[in-house]
Nanobody
Framework: QVQLVESGGGLVQAGGSLRLSCAAS????????MGWFRQAPGKEREFVAA????????YYADSVKGRFTISRDDAKNTVSLQLNSLRPEDTAVYYC????????????????WGQGIQITVST
């Protein structure tokens, strides 16, 4: 089994930055994609960003492109999300997820999920 644990969330002012990290433990494949998703109150879970198995390709939702950056450090078994220029509408619970190799924006294709971590962006 694989366990994913997010960290780094919290309260930040609009225009500020946060960095989320997701640590993977347990059995992991030699090549896997990682994704970040979020769910705001009253909304469905939505795709935020994904990174492919070797870290050479990244994908972003239109709403965050240019503001957020996903990266991975396989030596530390972590994936991170740098969130810049935060807006109140970025307020949500953020989840990291893992799937075999290929990156995807489809939540149904991910095999493992973290517990989620709250990010609140205030004015």
């Amino acid at each position: 089994q694989v366990q994913l644990v997010e960290s780094g969330g919290g309260l930040v002012q609009a225009g500020g930055s946060l960095r989320l990290s997701c640590a993977a433990s347990g059995r992991t494949s030699s090549s896997y994609a990682m994704g970040w998703f979020r769910q705001a109150p009253g909304k469905e879970r939505e795709f935020v960003a994904a990174i492919n198995w070797n870290g050479r390709m990244t994908y972003y939702a239109d709403s965050v492109k240019g503001r957020f950056t996903i990266s991975r450090d396989d030596a530390k078994n972590t994936v991170s999300l740098q969130l810049n220029s935060l807006r109140p509408e970025d307020t949500a619970v953020y989840y990291c997820a893992m799937k075999a190799r290929g990156a995807s924006a489809d939540t149904m294709l991910y095999d493992y999920w973290g517990q989620g971590i709250q990010i609140t962006v205030s004015t």
